[in-house]
């Protein structure tokens, strides 16, 4: 039997980020594939279906049984356990996309080879740059006409602020897209075509100086990849593991997740570059798996149940030290009671199943009765301690709410705090009015609709929502503000949240710096303390 720190230590526990479309999707389950865990592609996710425009929100629950079920998948590859955290990207993004980053060691970006950097993929990767984890591109769609390489790293590097290093090098793009140039062991890796994504397709290995080279990529192609070798070698960056882990430099791969061209390279490179699990700060300082034998863990999503008749939710958390066993007893720190985790379950391929052990690295939801906030600890340790709390998102949309019936104050207030202690939206007041209004934020549009049903649903209550035209949201760093002289814009609005905190809003971006420069000394900070 494997011990605890054996255990622990071949896990791989990754997010995979991206803008809607890049390949994710697909690179995940090609991933997934290699590990053995599904037998052919398309088992992920019906995802073409929840692909049409849901406005309705009750469509996209109803597909939620899969998408949640999907949104942490865990399998086998070579001695290594990988856990995949899924950041969903189309009409549910929300901050709980951001709060997954949270639970992840590393982070995979996707991107679109004729695209480049784009929106999605810019607002996740500033999540992860804040928690300084190791970064590994992989440029998809090389079977498509792709941008310039080096236009493509450029891009990345402006647009980021990220130093890349490309650890292959694609060879063509678009139909003549051969294979990658292995940079380390100068060897030209060449793909066999498959049949879309059901077969894994053969790889050959020749060095870039074997004299089939030419006869194999063509004379030209070899030409243009000798130039390009040559100047990369001269521009680039050179690997470093050190400046990997830290999350300043990007190893950078090329391939094709559909048709399987270097998906396998990536992925043995990628778990020989990326981290085990890693030690997390907590109130008594760093606590390492490595280290610490006791069971701790924090909740970083929590989804509700949307049946009426069941107000029971999964609290979904990452295992940052020791062992897990389903039904154990642990110490739930923020409420300061022991409870027992119960119906463990964790995600393989598409199936949602019940586990009886899990270690540091994994994820597993479980049945939570209500008493869990987002960024709760629990832990089996004698010596009680409170994990970092989670940052607060900002969301990017904001309405204030009218009660319809303004009878049912109290059911309202009751159910909004709720639905905002699960994280699904945050809500504010406006600052010194002494007005009880409440306005809302949230991160992605269908937020809203949330909000309205589950009042409506569960809580009996009937709202009208009026859109504000404010798109950013700031915390003020400073301890002492004097927000009554603090001099904005005239499209900058002040709030407070529920602990009174002041904060700003506004409408266009160029506001922000202005306001900054406006006040001396005035720190705005994109992440608010929980
Ligand atoms: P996601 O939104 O990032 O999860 O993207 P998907 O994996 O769903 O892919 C979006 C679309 O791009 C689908 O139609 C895929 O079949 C296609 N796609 C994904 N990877 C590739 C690739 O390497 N080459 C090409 N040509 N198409 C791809």
Redesign the pocket.
């Known amino acids: 039997m494997a011990s605890l720190k054996e255990e622990i230590s071949r896990r791989r526990t990754f997010a995979i980020i991206?803008?809607?479309?890049?390949?994710?999707?697909?690179?995940?389950?090609k991933f997934l594939l290699y590990g053995g865990a599904i037998a052919q592609a398309g088992a992920v996710k019906g995802?073409k279906n929840s692909?049409a425009a849901v406005s309705d929100w009750m469509e996209i629950e109803k597909q939620r049984g899969i998408s949640v079920t999907s949104s942490v998948m865990q399998f086998q590859y070579e001695g290594f356990c990988i856990n995949i955290l899924d950041t969903p990207?189309?009409q549910d993004f929300s901050e709980d996309t951001y709060r997954t980053l949270m639970a992840a060691d590393s982070a995979v970006m996707?991107i679109d080879g004729s695209k480049g950097v784009e929106a999605q993929t810019r607002k996740l990767f500033k999540v992860c740059a804040m928690r300084h984890i190791p970064i590994f591109t992989f440029i998809?769609?090389?079977?498509?006409e792709a941008r310039d390489t080096f236009e493509l790293l450029d891009d990345i590097e402006k647009e980021l602020g990220i130093a890349t290093c490309p650890v292959n090098w694609p060879i063509g793009s678009g139909k003549a897209f051969k294979g990658v140039y292995d940079r380390a062991k100068k060897e030209v890796e060449l793909f066999s075509d498959t049949k879309k994504g059901t077969a894994m397709g053969e790889v050959q290995m020749v060095p870039i100086d074997a004299p089939e080279t030419e006869k194999l990529i063509g004379a030209d192609a070899k030409k243009i990849l000798a130039d390009e070798i040559e100047l990369l070698d001269g521009a680039s960056a050179e690997f470093d593991q050190e400046l990997v882990d830290k999350g300043q430099l990007s190893p950078v791969f090329f391939?094709?997740?559909?048709?399987n061209?270097g998906v396998e390279t990536f992925l043995k490179h990628f778990l020989k570059m990326t981290t085990s699990p890693l030690p997390r700060m907590s109130d008594k300082g760093e606590i390492d798996p490595m280290e610490e034998k006791d069971f701790s863990a924090f909740v970083f999503k929590i989804q509700a149940n949307m049946n009426k008749a069941h107000r029971d939710r999964i609290a979904f958390m990452r295992i940052c030290s020791g062992e897990f066993e389903a039904g154990m007893n642990v110490y739930h720190v923020q409420g300061g009671k022991e409870i027992r985790l119960s119906q463990p379950q964790q995600m393989m391929a598409s199936e949602r199943k019940m586990i009886t052990k899990a270690y540091g690295g994994d994820i597993i939801g479980v049945f939570d009765p209500g008493i869990f906030s987002i960024g709760d600890t629990l832990t089996t340790s004698k010596e009680k301690f409170a994990y970092e709390g989670i940052p607060t998102f900002a969301p990017e949309h904001f309405a204030r709410v009218r009660q319809v019936d303004t009878m049912k104050r109290k059911q309202f207030v009751k159910g909004i705090n709720q639905i905002a202690q699960e994280g699904a939206i945050q809500i504010f007041q406006e600052y010194n009015t002494g007005m009880e209004e409440i306005i809302v934020g949230v991160v992605g549009v269908l937020q809203f609709d949330v909000l309205k049903y589950r009042l409506n649903n569960e809580y009996n209550v009937e709202i009208r929502l009026e859109n504000l035209p404010y798109e950013y949201i700031r915390w003020i760093e400073n301890e002492d503000v004097d927000m009554d002289h603090l001099s904005g814009t005239s499209d900058m609005k002040k709030i407070k949240d529920l602990k009174d905190r002041p904060l700003l809003l506004f409408a266009h971006e160029w506001s922000i710096r202005m306001t900054e420069e406006r006040n001396k000394g005035l720190i705005l900070s994109e992440f608010g303390r929980s």
Request: no cysteine; charged share 30%; proline share 4%.
């Open positions: 991206s803008h809607p479309d890049a390949g994710k999707t697909t690179l995940t389950e995802k692909r990207g189309h996707v998809n769609k090389m079977d498509r391939g094709s997740a559909l048709t061209f």
